[in-house]
DNA sequence: CGCCATATACAGGTCATCGGTATATGCTTC
DNA sequence: GAAGCATATACCGATGACCTGTATATGGCG
């Protein structure tokens, strides 16, 4: 089992959720500020994460809702996808401060 | 411009030739170093990487040595490719803290 | 009246990664 | 002494997440 590793915007879909449900639109603009104007989510890319996550019972339907005519589906992160992110963050830490310690190696003029 | 996040395999191979030049097969075994066991690259992987990286300018060709008639090809980590490895650290950064803090925010019992 | 924000959905294509294989040498173990 | 493992680089076909673009529909703004 060497995989698991999450790509960025499942990662951040999965963020988007961890706090409260938000249906597909919230989560277009969640990530967007998460990622400070970094990431734009394709809408194809959401809810094909969205379904693939559902099947992986990461995520689930919270509810529905109509506005104005308009279909609103709320999702919400479920106890295995808040574990799931929540092992995939200590993942990253360990890399990104790996590499920052490699990096201020680089910079004080290499390894000793 | 989107993109221009790096895939796990690709940030762990520019983290291992951070802090001073590697051949392949060294980058190998310290990318599994690095990921405390969890990620074990495919040779595909990793000299596909290294190619495309060279392409990108973000590593380049240090030396070659001979050992035992076996050739060793050390990869440098080039100036762009450090300041990319950078903007990529302080990318996931960003992310894996909104991350942490939602699920806190969760376990808390749900947003304020 | 056209454009933008809201909202979900699908179809076609790309590309990084995976999985497997090939080649070659030297050391260890049985 | 041969079988197997670590070292070392390299290619090829398949997979699948993601991107691009498009379709559909409503309401508000200029």
């Given at each position: 089992?060497?995989?698991?590793?999450?790509?960025?915007?499942?990662?951040?879909?999965?963020?988007a959720?961890?706090?409260?449900?938000?249906?597909?639109?919230?989560?277009?603009?969640d990530?967007?500020?998460?990622?400070?104007?970094?990431?734009?989510?394709?809408?194809?890319?959401?809810?094909?994460?969205?379904?693939?996550?559902?099947?992986?019972?990461?995520?689930?339907?919270?509810?529905?809702?109509?506005?104005?005519?308009?279909?609103?589906?709320?999702?919400?992160?479920?106890?295995?996808?808040?574990?799931?992110?929540?092992?995939?963050?200590?993942?990253?830490?360990?890399?990104?401060?790996?590499?920052?310690?490699?990096?201020?190696?680089?910079?004080?003029?290499?390894?000793?």
């Open positions: 089992m060497n995989d698991g590793a999450l790509r960025e915007p499942t990662f951040l879909v999965l963020t959720l961890a706090a409260q449900p938000q249906h597909g639109y919230g989560v277009l603009r990530v967007e500020s998460i990622s400070g104007g970094q990431v734009t989510l394709r809408a194809g890319t959401l809810y094909a994460a969205l379904d693939r996550l559902s099947a992986e019972g990461w995520v689930e339907v919270d509810r529905e809702e109509v506005v104005d005519s308009r279909l609103r589906r709320y999702y919400r992160l479920t106890e295995p996808g808040a574990a799931r992110l929540a092992a995939e963050v200590r993942r990253r830490q360990r890399h990104t401060t790996a590499a920052e310690q490699r990096l201020q190696l680089r910079s004080a003029g290499g390894l000793a």
